[in-house]
């Protein structure tokens, strides 16, 4: 089933407001930190991967879900190109929710 180009962009303008949203959270504490703001702005960085993580868990899930509906050859490219971006989201929310709750130690990679 061919999508529309309305419905693509509204898609493709949805995606890109909810990754810039921790996107900006991390670049605005990557820019406290390199202040030295006293008023942690690790804690925005933090806080913005989290969201990517969940952000990642989410759609990857939805992406997931179109695969067994469709199948990988019935999505559009685009469609295709977020899924990758929003596993690889995933990965990188996902290991860092393992060490936010500390299932994997801080200094892992120490040892």
């Known amino acids: 089933m061919p999508i529309s180009k309305r419905k693509m ?16 959270l991390i670049i605005n504490g990557i ?10 702005p690790d804690a925005l ?4 991967v989290l969201i990517l993580g969940i952000l990642g868990l989410v759609m ?3 992406t997931v879900f179109r695969l067994f509906n469709r199948g990988w050859h019935g999505i559009a490219l685009y469609q295709k190109l977020l ?3 929003y596993f690889v ?5 996902g290991f860092e929710w393992l060490l936010f709750t500390e299932t994997i130690p801080p200094n892992w990679y120490l040892h």
């Open 9 to 24: 962009w509204i898609e493709l303008i949805i995606n890109g407001l909810l990754l810039t949203t921790p996107l900006l």
């Open 60 to 62: 990857t899930g939805l």
């Open 83 to 85: 899924a990758i971006l």
């Open 45 to 48: 960085i933090l806080m913005g």
């Open 31 to 40: 820019a406290g930190l390199a202040e030295n703001d006293p008023n942690h």
């Open 89 to 93: 989201c995933l990965i990188i929310g």
